[in-house]
């Protein structure tokens, strides 16, 4: 089945340093990916719709300056957390859909960011 | 907007106990409704779906049916194993829209 791939599944940065966390749909391309973020005990929150070749669309409230997305290919996106701060650790969660497939999303492991 | 409300957790039950995982939602218009579930150390799966009122999802034993007058989507299962232990999340979205609303997730540890 379709597998999308999460890297890295965690990670420790110091204040003010900048994190990329790549997803990549394995064995499917994919059109469009989603970028979630969830605190603990909270919901899985979208933050942004990345389409393949062009710009994210992020959602209300959330800062495009701080997280950049780039979706360069149709098997790769990634999220790049600017400039971190101890409030950006969270659990970063991507997800795809496959372009040719039914509407049915495939979920990564997820990147666990803890910035000191 | 659209919200999900889950049951807090975790959620510890010996093995072959009766499951139940309550969800409720609020939306305009008439979504369809999802569980996901997440095993440690992998991303969420899709776990069952209903796309309209009285529509029951199953699969692997669990079952939710789509009330639309209590605006719930229960999670249920007979008898659980410990294989069952994982983090399961109830979700809505509009029919072909993949922009999902996610409840809080509940833990379920199943016990020998």
């Known amino acids: 089945g379709a597998v999308v791939s999460q890297h890295p599944s965690w990670v420790i940065c110091k204040s003010g340093t900048s994190v990329k966390i790549e997803c990549r749909s394995l064995d499917f391309q994919a059109t469009t990916m989603f970028w979630y973020r969830q605190f603990p005990k909270q919901s899985l929150m979208l933050m942004a719709t990345?389409?393949?070749?062009?710009?994210?669309?992020?959602e209300q409230g959330v800062e495009k300056d701080k997280f950049l997305i780039n979706h360069a290919s149709l098997t790769l996106s990634t999220l790049t957390v600017t400039s971190a701060h101890p409030e950006d650790s969270s659990f970063y969660i991507c997800?795809?859909?496959?372009?040719?497939?039914?509407?049915?999303?495939?979920f990564g492991a997820g990147s666990r960011l803890t910035v000191l | 907007g659209d919200s999900v409300t889950q049951m807090e957790g975790p959620v510890t039950l010996s093995e072959e106990a009766f499951l139940t995982i309550n969800c409720t939602y609020t939306?305009?218009?008439?979504?369809?409704l999802f569980w996901y579930v997440q095993y440690p150390g992998e991303g969420l799966q899709l776990l069952l779906k209903?796309?309209?009122?009285?529509d029951k999802g199953s699969n692997k034993g669990f079952e939710a049916t789509y009330r639309k007058e209590t605006t719930s989507f229960h999670l249920e299962k007979g008898s659980v194993q410990v294989s069952d232990s994982a983090v399961y999340f109830c979700?809505?979205?509009?029919?072909?829209?993949?922009?999902?609303?996610f409840g809080t997730g509940t833990r379920l540890t199943i016990i020998p």
């Open positions: 990345s389409n393949e070749g062009s710009k994210a669309t992020y």
């Open positions: 939306a305009t218009g008439y979504p369809s």
């Open positions: 979700a809505l979205g509009a029919f072909g829209n993949e922009k999902l609303t």
């Open positions: 997800s795809a859909r496959e372009v040719s497939g039914a509407n049915v999303l495939t």
């Open positions: 209903a796309t309209k009122a009285d």
